[in-house]
DNA sequence: GCACATAGTGTCGAAAAGGATACTGTTATG
DNA sequence: CATAACAGTATCCTTTTCGACACTATGTGC
């Protein structure tokens, strides 16, 4: 697997859910899985949806995403080129947890999100 | 809150989701939560479910999770100190989300675990 | 007056993750 | 021939995280 900081599994009884999160915890990862349960996407077209994110982060998560197994990669031999990401039957199988994230920030999103300390940058 | 890495919430419609992992994502945090999920427990007590985790990792990732409103650290005035984690009602609420992750561990970890990849340490 | 138990701290260093910025390759189009 | 589109790469650097190891404080029991 592509992660390191959980890859060990060093404890017992809540090792699995280790395993889980080990897999999602990357900067970037938990967003792509979620934006792909609407549907294949490509590249840049994941990329409009976190314009933090460069190329070279997107495309590292990517590959530890697939590498994981959690997403396909799906090249078209075109000139312009086309890359489609897709998840897995592995990585639909990450829908509930996701949902549950989801539901879990949105109803809470208010006690951490806004109040202050947001960059000034472009927070999209 | 204590974490950065997810702080910032550079992702719009799954920013939510990237807050609630922020939370959790720290190397002990989610073990930490699923264990306390099964009540109260004291310091060492928390510690010797993973003994690979050094007892100022373990101090850090607890008052993150304390400072994050997750948790909540009782002292009591006695001289053998004694101190009590538990999790509050925000961290309760988080059951769903480690729930799916257990239950996903569970199921896949199989793909992960053990095939390749863990050190030859211990792995408790 | 000394060791013991519990719940930590402090310091240092290595590794991993993340980010900024610039550059590549390939064809189709004008 | 120059440009543009897409999906990346390459290089370099900063920040964050993790870990090893040793050390602290304080009442109690011997």
Known sequence: MAKARHSRFDCNPGCS????I???DGKWKSIVLWHLLGGTMRFNEIRRTMLNCTPRMLT??????????????????????KVEYSLSELGRSMEPILSAL?????ANIGLYGKPQGHDPREAT
Chains 1, 2 share one sequence.
Do not use: F, T
Request: no cysteine.
């Open 17 to 20: 859910v280790e395993a889980a």
């Open 22 to 24: 080990g897999l999602i």
């Open 60 to 81: 590292k998560q990517l590959r530890e995403l697939e590498e994981d197994g959690l997403i396909v990669r799906k090249v078209y031999a075109q000139v312009p080129p």
């Open 102 to 106: 989801k539901r879990w920030g949105d």
